[in-house]
């Protein structure tokens, strides 16, 4: 059974800074890792969609990276800004085409 | 221009009653999902249709039985409403099940049985 982790459950850091979410799979038998967004009393926005057969994915000031074969996969969110505060949630499509969350990642930029 | 749309928005009802929840998509997308995200924000799939053929049904109580009149609606109905039902529904839709699909939101449907 497909398991997700997301490490650290929190994150605040100061605006400009670099920083890494953190995401493992139990099960490397994935279609695909999604990475979305939500914001308060909000839906789920979709950032980024690495296939399988990808390593990484770049949109912007995010970039997402995949490893299959270690069950991990971070976003690398460059220059952080107010505006990227919000919960970010990470999701692995399992071989049945169940996407699978991570409980997130809140993480707060500080102006 | 709303791509998932969901109503109502909120939903306060007692335990013991029947509801529905509507979802449309405007994306023309062939694959509709319902999503639970409990207390504790896990998101969690319960149910999948693919051009109105269920597709995927999580070990969900039959109290919840979804509905598509077409590919562009999901309605989740929900019998006999419990405390432990309290949760946000989102629904979602995709181009079709794939590799390579994103997967949409809506905004959720924040329900609260008292």
């Known amino acids: 059974k497909q398991e997700v982790t997301q490490i650290p459950a929190a994150l605040s850091v100061p605006e400009g800074e670099n920083l890494v979410l953190n995401c493992s799979f139990t099960d490397s038998a994935i279609y695909n890792l999604q990475w979305f967004r939500q914001d308060p009393g909000k839906g789920l926005t979709s950032l980024l969609l690495i296939q399988s057969s990808q390593r990484e994915q770049t949109s912007g000031r995010l970039n997402a990276s995949l490893d299959k074969s270690s069950g991990r996969s971070t976003l690398y969110i460059a220059a952080s800004q107010p505006g990227d505060s919000a919960t970010y949630l990470c999701?692995?499509?399992?071989?049945?085409?169940?996407?699978?969350f991570g409980s997130g990642t809140r993480l707060l930029v500080r102006p | 221009d709303t791509a998932v749309s969901q109503t109502p928005k909120y939903l306060v009802t007692q335990m013991g009653n029947d509801k529905s929840i509507k979802c449309e998509q405007n994306?023309?997308?062939?694959?509709m999902y319902w999503y639970k995200q409990d207390s504790k924000k896990f998101l969690k799939i319960m149910f999948s249709y693919n051009n109105k053929e269920l597709i995927i049904n999580e070990t969900v109580p039959n109290r919840f039985s979804p509905k598509s009149p077409d590919k562009a609606h999901l309605n989740l109905h929900i019998n006999s409403l419990e405390l432990g039902d309290s949760a946000v529904y989102f629904c979602a839709s995709s181009q079709e099940v794939g590799a390579d699909q994103p997967q949409h939101f809506g905004d959720g449907t924040r329900l609260s049985i008292l």
């Open positions: 994306l023309g997308h062939d694959t």
């Open positions: 999701a692995a499509l399992d071989s049945s085409y169940k996407l699978i």
